[in-house]
């Protein structure tokens, strides 16, 4: 199915591993059956099939990783246009992709080219970014898709500080502590390309901050703070750090709080896409009312287990697990 990609993708990633014998079993059907017309599978075939799958993981894992429920997703959404952008440049001479990247360069800008202020907030949050880390980001994607983000930069720092100045307001009778902790040089992490330009870009940021708002101190002091980064990105649990240090930012740590909204709205789409299954032919007398109380029902035992984020249905891949072809009732005991 054109529109089912990332079914395209997990598909031909399996399929990779037996390729030899796909191989063999469609030439020898082709052959026996006389219909030459159909190009035979060959190696090439299956080097294209790899760069597609290797072209393909980057958005597949974009998919995921943006449909996660149980951490923040919008402060992510920047690092994976950073990666679909570089992955696309990268790609653009290919002689198998070259054609569909130029239409896909063209999606990309048109959806891109403004980047969503909340998108932007969202990073600036991120401890590990903030707002010299986003420059860093902003200007690679737009080294990559040829668009100039200068003037946005500039709107999203000014947006920036009128959001805070609101927050500050309505949160002023709020005590701010004095810091015991030692702010230490943040450790390498796996963003390498903030490691690598995001020390350079802080300088030049820093006067502007100060010159920006003389009342935003604490919005300042975070800017221009480094901390103790986790090398792993995927353990750095971000609404706990904020929890941490509440007692250091108490006005933006209210303004993290929309670091919960989730950015895509796939995994409440799964819930009720499981009507599908449900509507079955020994089922086919449900009342819309009996749908979705099993449908919400499952949904709420997902919820229990943790299980809501699941893109791949296990129940489904335990049956295909256990059934063989010679067993026609798929108990999974195989017939001599």
């Not at 796909?22 to 017309?37: A, D, H, P, R, V």
């Not at 946005?152 to 720092?157: A, F, G, K, V, Y």
């Amino acid at each position: 199915m054109p529109v089912r990609w990332n079914s395209t993708y997990l598909m031909l990633q399996n399929c990779l591993e037996y390729d030899t014998t796909i191989t063999y079993f469609y030439n020898m059907k082709l052959t026996e059956t006389g219909q030459l017309s159909p190009k035979l599978l060959s190696t090439d075939d299956w080097y294209v099939a790899q760069i597609f799958v290797q072209f393909l993981k980057i958005f597949y894992n974009a998919t995921v990783t943006l449909s996660g429920v149980y951490y923040p997703t919008f402060s992510q959404a920047i690092h994976q246009i950073v990666e679909m952008s570089e992955l696309l440049n990268s790609y653009g001479e290919d002689e198998h992709l070259g054609a569909a990247i130029v239409v896909m360069e063209t999606k990309l800008k048109k959806y891109w080219a403004n980047i969503p202020l909340l998108y932007a907030l969202s990073a600036i949050i991120d401890p590990r970014v903030k707002l010299s880390g986003l420059e860093v980001l902003l200007e690679f994607i737009g080294i990559n898709l040829s668009i100039d983000y200068s003037e946005q930069i500039t709107d999203i720092r000014t947006k920036l500080f009128e959001i805070f100045h609101i927050y500050e307001t309505r949160f002023d009778n709020i005590d701010i502590p004095q810091s015991t902790r030692p702010e230490t040089e943040p450790k390498q992490t796996s963003w390498s390309l903030l490691k690598r330009r995001k020390k350079d870009k802080s300088a030049s940021t820093s006067s502007v901050q100060r010159s920006s708002s003389s009342s935003c101190t604490e919005l300042i002091r975070y800017l221009e703070a480094q901390f103790d980064a986790v090398e792993d990105k995927e353990e750095f649990d971000l609404l706990l750090w904020w929890k941490t240090y509440t007692y250091r930012y108490p006005v933006l740590s209210h303004l993290a709080r929309v670091l919960v909204i989730p950015v895509s709205t796939v995994s409440s789409e799964q819930a009720f896409s499981t009507s599908g299954r449900i509507i079955e032919p020994r089922r086919s007398c449900l009342s819309p009312e009996m749908v979705e109380v099993l449908t919400c029902l499952r949904d709420w035992e997902h919820a229990k287990k943790r299980l809501q984020n699941l893109t791949v249905d296990k129940e489904l891949n335990l049956n295909f697990d256990n059934l063989y072809i010679d067993d026609p009732s798929g108990s999974g005991q195989g017939q001599n």
